[in-house]
């Protein structure tokens, strides 16, 4: 079995290292975009180009599963990309739902990039849920350029970050929803951030998407044989430098250690 990974850049990997954890009898395929990092910041129809493109190069591939581990392209471009092709295209949803069901008469603060908090597809999923009325959101754009740069323990991180959590009375809240895959690197700085307030959980939507996953590999059923292989991607061409693989090493071992 060939699973297709696509992000905008190193944030899927982070949903990468949770699948291949849990996934044993695959190989996978990891599509960064490289060249048009960050998508937040580009307009709908931008990143909706930028993901037909991905999905084309993977599905050319041959992958079974298409995985877009990517919030803010799910939120602008999956239904099209489910009327296109006939695999099975698993998106990402920031973890709304179960932090609603946590919020425990406390708010809830959803993290996103800028696109991904105007879309229609978050907004329907909490009008859905009839939450409106605790869920507060807040853009972290800068969080994906600090993650492309590794710099998830830097000063100029921790300072940004700081400041706009200030924006909110933290004490009111129960749960922070980690809405981007790169926000993910930095849950240590998050939880740092937010050791005075009591009981408050940091939460994200990548075991859900994993579990998706093995459910659809498991209806799929046949030859599910595989090594646990990754080959990168560099928008469309396949990395192999010692350096660049050096780098995903790296964000592995870092995830590895977050635990």
Do not use: W
Not at 150 to 173: G, K, N, Q, V
């Amino acid at each position: 079995m060939l699973i297709g990974f696509f992000d905008s850049g190193i944030g899927g990997v982070t949903v990468l290292h949770e699948a291949a954890k849990t996934i044993k009898n695959a190989d996978f395929l990891y599509y960064g975009d490289t060249e048009n990092v960050p998508y937040g910041t580009k307009t709908k129809e931008q990143v909706k180009s930028y993901v037909r493109r991905a999905a084309d190069f993977l599905v050319g591939k041959g992958v079974d599963v298409l995985v877009i581990a990517c919030n803010t392209a799910t939120s602008v471009a999956i239904e099209d990309l489910r009327n296109t092709y006939r695999l099975p295209i698993i998106g990402m949803e920031p973890a709304v739902k179960p932090a609603v069901e946590n919020h425990k008469d406390k708010r809830v603060l959803v993290t996103a990039t800028q696109l991904a908090l105007r879309e229609e597809k978050l907004k329907k999923l909490i009008a859905r849920l009839d939450a409106a009325d605790i869920v507060n959101l807040l853009p972290l754009q800068e969080l994906v350029r600090f993650a492309e740069a590794e710099a998830f323990d830097s000063p100029e991180a921790a300072r940004y970050l700081e400041t706009e959590l200030s924006r909110f009375d933290l004490s009111m809240f129960k749960t922070v929803v980690l809405g981007c895959t790169h926000f993910i690197y930095f849950r240590p700085l998050f939880k740092k951030l937010l050791g005075a307030v009591p009981d408050i959980d940091i939460i994200d939507g990548n075991r859900g998407t994993v579990n998706m996953l093995v459910k659809t590999l498991d209806q799929l059923g046949g030859d599910h044989q595989g090594a646990g292989h990754v080959t990168y991607y560099h928008s469309g061409v396949e990395v192999t430098d010692p350096q660049t693989l050096a780098r995903y090493k790296r964000l592995l071992e870092r995830l590895d250690n977050m635990g």
